[in-house]
């Protein structure tokens, strides 16, 4: 039997499916690209012949993410979870003794303190995107460089340049500002690796006891640049696992492998065309924006209605359309 | 502008469901009384709009209150004050109604708890009011306060675990209905024991498992659920039995010349981590939160304003308690901005590592006590 | 007297400033040559007689350079010094500073608290112990703000290995600033008599230096030409990365800079309630009776504000919205202000006032070129 979980982030969209001894038979890692949907499909179509070839039918689904609860719905997804808690579990499948995870993603980042393979502490960043990946994709578009190439950039680098982190707006024009008098590339680049871990580590892992072993993952941990930088400022050694992108898939596939429902996944039944709609309910000064989901003009969800009302009207649109 | 008592509409920010009581209270004034329109997205961006840039959150709450019951056609407003910023809002609100073109009278309820200068200012309304008459209001106002908070006492700690769903709700609703015309201390003593008794006899399913948490913070955010986005109820959703000790109940038995023996005791509490009052709810923060960990609860959560001073002094304390003894604390802070989506990811996964804590602690001895 | 005269002590054997910036602001610890050491000769031998002389204990106190070391640096200093107590008194603050205080603060703490956090953690290894007096009124029906209140558990919560010593001043619960600070005093020198001494010394050292910039201000209020009252607690005007490129900017646009912080206290609490009924904070009290004694002086006013100040974020909203006809130009200062910003908006300010008296305009841009 094997059990599919997806991860629907807001830059990358992951999928795995796992067998019963918990081990990643198929595997995918493509962009969002701003249409969750979309990129599900294109996940799915790449994972479906990988399990076929390891002769696992998906018995069970769960998703997680930032669009957990569309995606959910629109795979009728037997467990869905928030993304803390799937990373946490996807990593202690894989690293039982850890003590901190580290997480930057395209969006947001988090801490997870973990003591005796127990999550018991964790952090998440706040509304500023300047200590995760957009913030790093957004500087090298500014010193036109591959985000990709990045991580050599830095590891060439022997002085970094200080670079103040806290915003990316700031950042930004210190960046321009530093590159203006002269400093080099590389040193700029490691700069901005120090930067954000240094960023990290204020924001998202202030006050927390960061305690080896150490696992990085997320997006950003296929930069080693960003990995040397936090070996760097830790003294610790840091953990990259190959599948560190996919922790949230394997670990939301792990709950639904532990969860008790059970449901043949037929790929194919969802290469269906959905339709998602937004529109203000107005019902009320709350004027909630309510978010529906449809299949061939069937309503199946809604999200962000505060009451009823708003769920009523988008299921009277939809019979409309 | 009003000049005999008649003459005047009353109305006041809200918080929670302590309009009930207050307008009780304000009724001693023998005037018209407006409950200011139900707290809506519309309320915070009106309050947003026209209020200093960095201001607390609660000050843009009661601001777009004031905003939204003025244009309903109240023209007289109560604010009280005291223990922190929340000291001036009072006349800098009353500064931007005036230059935003509202006129009304405005009392505002500043300064240490006394209750003879209150009534002096009340006198400036109704010339008319008794100093008994003023303290039957007062009392009686203070006695649904207590059945009030009483019930959703209770309703915090079982509404989680309903067998039925809505059936917590549809008695809290008819008992909100029936507090307000209690005439007598008596009957809403009264109400207040039937209440409960039938909230006792609803059927509930409780957990073995059941989790424990504390709520702590800025007394606004905790007693205004629209303004912390409901995490108590997301909290009881999610099978949780909630724990919530800051209540107007709580702060009036404090108020006055008892407060600094409370506050002496609350410093004795919160053990290495204060050595001094921190500053409005700050030290009762971290002294309940110490308590809790104390008595085997699962976690706490921490709630406050964006820059409230009271409880960023509050979290130092307590993110060294936390980290000293690995106990769960979660720290939310509001502002205009704060995203509600953010808020339910984090407080799921708060839950879910409680659960998982809890069940580990179960099976293998660990550093953490197991309730009893 | 120079243009920067006025906020300047302006004694002679003033110690030249540690920076290379030359803060105006700088206030050297009190030299020994100035106030007696009362160890040595005389008072000795009268407090050996008192009680058979005892060794004062030896012992480095280091003093923060941030917020209320800018209103009782001097008192303190002078207090320790005298008391036969070394004191250090940490440099004024720095980049370095600041990033180590805002990497041990609880993100959302306002700046002066983090810059503060900053300099106690930098006199970890250079003193024996660092003061950090707990102030949480300093009259009957008043506050401080509510960092004061919290300043020493918050310090010993985020720097956990830091040695403090405080002392507790709350008037509205019956402890006066000169009682708690010779209670404090007593641990370093046994004998009432000496500590009394010392507080007095202290005392009027401090009030000495304070009365001389105080009328240095006064006197710059009454000088012709551009002024401008800067509106800031003397923990942000004074402080080296807050106030101090504020205040050299606009010296250098050609304006005279007067600091409401300088008003006379008890004068100034009186006038502040023409613009406030309720204000609770004593120190914005103040600040709100020097806006209305100075307003008829100055061309125009900054207030010079940190993010996300509680007490500011309201007196500043009330103040400007009372001060209706007076230029006023609100700065709100964090961690990751950029001088240029700064810049451009106080050059455009002290334009606009320029413009708004044109019979100075000749003898103000003589003073610019």
């Known amino acids: 039997m094997g059990f599919l979980g997806v991860d629907v982030g807001s830059i990358s969209t992951k999928a795995a499916v796992i067998d019963d001894a918990g081990e990643v038979v198929a595997r995918s890692y493509l962009w969002t690209e701003g249409d969750p949907l979309a990129a599900v499909k294109r996940v799915l179509a790449e994972v479906e012949p990988q399990a076929k070839a390891a002769g696992e039918d998906v018995v069970a689904v769960g998703v997680t993410g930032s669009a957990r609860e569309l995606i959910g719905a629109a795979l009728e997804a037997q467990v869905v979870k928030n993304e803390i808690t799937a990373h946490a579990m996807g990593t202690l499948s894989r690293h039982p003794g850890v003590h901190t995870i580290f997480e930057i993603g395209g969006q947001d980042s988090k801490i997870i303190i973990v003591r005796d393979g127990v999550p018991v502490d964790y952090a998440m960043n706040t509304l500023c995107a300047a200590g995760t990946g957009s913030f790093l994709s957004a500087q090298a578009r500014r010193l036109n460089v591959p985000v990709e190439d990045f991580g050599d950039y830095a590891l060439r680098s022997t002085k970094p340049t200080k670079i103040a982190g806290r915003c990316t707006v700031f950042a930004e024009s210190d960046l321009v500002h530093k590159a203006q008098i002269g400093h080099p590339q590389e040193d700029l680049i490691a700069g901005l690796c120090q930067a954000i871990v240094m960023n990290y580590l204020n924001n998202v892992g202030k006050g927390k006891e960061v305690r080896a072993p150490i696992v990085f993952q997320g997006g950003v941990s296929k930069n080693v640049g960003v990995v040397k930088a936090f070996a760097d400022i830790t003294g610790e050694e840091i953990v990259v696992d190959d599948d560190g992108h996919l922790m949230g898939a394997i670990g939301v596939a792990l709950l639904a492998r532990e969860g008790e429902g059970r449901a043949e996944f037929e790929f194919s039944a969802h290469d269906v065309e959905f339709d998602t709609r937004g529109f203000e309910c107005g019902g009320c000064p709350n004027d909630c924006e309510v978010v529906t989901l449809s299949r061939a003009g069937e309503f199946l969800d809604g999200w962000g209605n505060r009451c009823e009302r708003g769920i009523e009207r988008a299921k009277a649109d939809i019979s409309d359309a | 502008m009003a000049t005999s008592s008649a003459d005047y509409r009353l109305s006041f920010p809200h918080m929670g469901n302590y309009h009930i009581p207050m307008c009780t209270l304000s009724s001693m004034l023998d005037c018209e009384i407006m409950v200011a329109p139900k707290m809506t997205r519309r309320t915070l961006e009106l309050g947003v709009r026209h209020s200093p840039e960095f201001v607390c959150i609660p000050f843009k709450y009661n601001l777009g209150n004031f905003i939204e019951t003025l244009d309903a056609g109240a023209n007289l407003l109560v604010q009280a004050g005291g223990g922190c910023r929340f000291g001036f809002y009072a006349e800098v609100q009353e500064e931007i109604l005036r230059s935003l073109g509202y006129e009304f009278d405005m009392i505002r309820l500043v300064g240490d708890f006394d209750l003879r200068k209150y009534y002096q200012d009340l006198r400036r309304i109704n010339p008319k009011l008794s100093f008994r008459g003023a303290l039957h209001h007062y009392r009686l106002a203070a006695r649904q306060t207590r059945a009030l908070d009483a019930v959703e006492d209770f309703m915090r700690k079982r509404s989680g675990f309903e067998a039925e769903p809505g059936s917590f709700d549809a008695v809290h609703e008819r008992f909100l209905r029936e507090l307000g015309p209690t005439p007598s201390i008596a009957e809403a003593a009264a109400l207040e024991e039937r209440t409960l008794a039938e909230l006792a006899a609803l059927p509930v399913e409780m957990p073995v498992d059941a989790l424990r948490v504390g709520v702590v913070g800025e007394l606004y955010v905790l007693m205004e659920p629209f303004s912390n986005f409901f995490v108590e109820r997301e909290l009881a959703k999610r099978g949780v039995e909630v724990h919530r000790f800051v209540t107007v109940s709580d702060m009036l038995s404090h108020a006055g010349p008892k407060g600094s023996a409370h506050l002496r005791e609350l410093i004795e509490d919160a053990g290495p981590y204060l050595k001094y009052h921190v500053g409005a709810h700050g030290t009762e923060s971290v002294a309940m939160t110490r308590r809790l960990m104390q008595a085997g609860f699962d976690g706490v959560l921490h709630l406050k304003p964006f820059g409230c001073m009271p409880e960023v002094n509050a979290m130092a304390a307590l993110q060294r308690l936390s980290r000293d003894n690995t106990f769960p604390v979660l720290f939310f802070s509001y502002d205009g901005q704060t995203s509600e989506t953010g808020v339910r990811t984090r407080l799921e996964a708060f839950c879910d590592m409680l659960r998982m804590r809890k069940r580990a602690g179960v099976s293998a001895a660990t550093n953490m006590e197991v309730p009893a | ?369």
């Open chain 3, 1 to 369: 007297m120079p243009v920067t005269g006025e906020l300047r002590r302006s004694s002679a054997d003033r110690v030249p400033p540690a920076s290379s910036r030359g803060n105006i602001y700088e206030r050297a610890p009190v030299s020994a040559g100035r106030i007696n050491r009362l160890r040595p000769r005389k008072m000795v031998r009268w407090s050996a007689q008192l009680r058979g002389g005892v060794e004062p204990i030896d012992a480095t106190v280091g003093i923060p350079r941030a917020l209320l070391y800018h209103k009782y640096g001097d008192l303190w200093t002078a207090f320790f010094e005298t008391l036969g107590v070394d004191t250090v008194v940490s440099p004024p603050t720095n980049r370095a500073i600041l990033e180590r205080g805002s990497r041990l603060a609880v993100d959302e703490t306002c700046l002066p608290m983090k810059i503060f956090l900053g300099h106690v953690d930098s006199l970890m290894s250079q003193a024996d112990y660092v003061l950090v007096p707990r102030v949480a009124s300093l009259h009957r029906g008043e506050t401080t703000c509510v960092k004061f209140l919290g300043a020493y558990d918050v310090a010993r919560n985020s720097i956990p290995d830091a040695r403090l010593i405080e002392y507790d001043v709350d008037v509205a619960n019956g402890k006066r600033h000169a009682t708690e600070i010779r209670r404090l005093g007593r641990g370093f020198e046994r004998n009432p008599a000496k500590v009394g001494y010392a507080y007095m010394r202290a005392r009027r050292e401090a009030n000495r230096l304070h009365s001389e910039r105080a009328l240095g201000n006064e006197q710059a209020a009454l000088e012709p030409g551009l002024k401008v009252l800067v509106v800031g607690h003397p923990y942000n005007i004074y402080d080296e990365m807050i106030g101090a490129p504020v205040v050299s900017i606009l010296r250098e646009q050609g304006a005279a800079v007067l600091a409401a912080e300088l008003a006379d206290a008890s004068r100034a609490k009186t006038l502040s309630a023409r613009l406030s009924r309720d204000v609770p904070w004593t120190f914005n009290k103040e600040l709100l009776g020097a806006v209305e004694h100075y307003r008829e002086y100055v061309d125009g006013i900054v207030f010079l504000v940190t993010f996300p100040c509680g007490p500011d974020s309201l007196m500043t909203e009330l103040c400007v919205r009372r001060l209706e006809g007076m230029p006023t130009l609100v700065l709100v200062l964090d961690e990751l202000q950029g001088e240029a910003g700064l810049r451009t908006r106080l050059e455009s300010f002290v334009d606009l006032l320029r413009l708004r008296r044109p019979k100075e305009r000749t003898a103000t841009t003589a003073r610019v070129v």
